[in-house]
């Protein structure tokens, strides 16, 4: 089974400051079948952005996604208040499996 | 609108049965996959299986195969997540999920197993 290995654990930064975690592959997954997710405490998680790149429908473009093989990265530009929750990675390919989650958290 | 609606939490003995839901809405319910995420008490998410209800195809991770059975009904746009018989380490919040890539998520059930 492909396993994903998200980096950092915990990523503590500042509103307005730029944030990139990583999600990296064991075997190559190709680039369609990557998708990000965002999950704050007590709600259930969201889609942010599929097919390692393409953004869901209502997500600011201060989130962008790139990557492809085996080494991905989620972006936020510009951090708002709001962002600061738990992502994790996500493969649908050949098999389904998470990563194990960054906490962005404020600084 | 989408919307994937589960039914409520559930307390449980270890042993006993236990089906929950998620109803579909606001989209072709026979044309997308449902899946079912676990997420244990302050733990990371994990993708249980799927259920194509067009045709009730089945996909099951393999932790997972042989210990839940998942099943739609079309005719209600209604997918289940199955036990027969419950476990504590089955305490979890669960998720139905549309398509295999999550791209809508219930608001989760909470299932506690304890004697």
């Known amino acids: 089974d492909i396993v994903l290995t998200q980096s950092p654990g915990t990523l503590s930064l500042s509103p307005g400051e730029r944030a990139s975690l990583s999600c990296r592959a064991s075997?190559?997954?190709?680039?369609?079948?990557l998708g990000w997710y965002q999950q704050k405490p007590g709600q259930a998680p969201r889609l942010l952005i599929y097919a390692a790149s393409s953004r869901a429908a209502g997500i600011p473009d201060r989130f962008s996604g790139s990557g492809s093989g085996t080494d991905f990265t989620l972006t936020i530009s510009r951090l708002e208040p709001e962002d600061f929750a738990v992502y994790y990675c996500h493969h649908y390919g050949s098999s389904y499996t998470f990563g194990q989650g960054t906490k962005l958290e404020i600084k | 609108e989408v919307q994937l609606v589960q039914s409520g939490a559930e307390v449980k003995k270890p042993g006993e049965s236990l089906k929950i839901s998620c109803k579909g809405s606001g989209y072709s319910f026979t044309s997308y996959w449902i899946g079912w995420v676990r997420q244990m008490p302050g733990k990371g998410l994990e993708c249980m299986g799927f259920i194509y209800p067009g045709d009730s195809e089945t996909m099951y991770s393999p932790s997972f195969q042989g210990q839940v059975t998942i099943s739609a009904d079309k005719s209600i746009s209604t997918a289940y997540l199955q036990w027969n018989s419950l476990k504590a380490s089955d305490t979890a919040m669960y998720y139905c999920v549309r398509g295999r890539d999550l791209d809508y998520w219930g608001q989760g059930t909470l299932v506690t197993v304890s004697s």
């Open positions: 075997q190559s997954v190709g680039s369609r079948y």
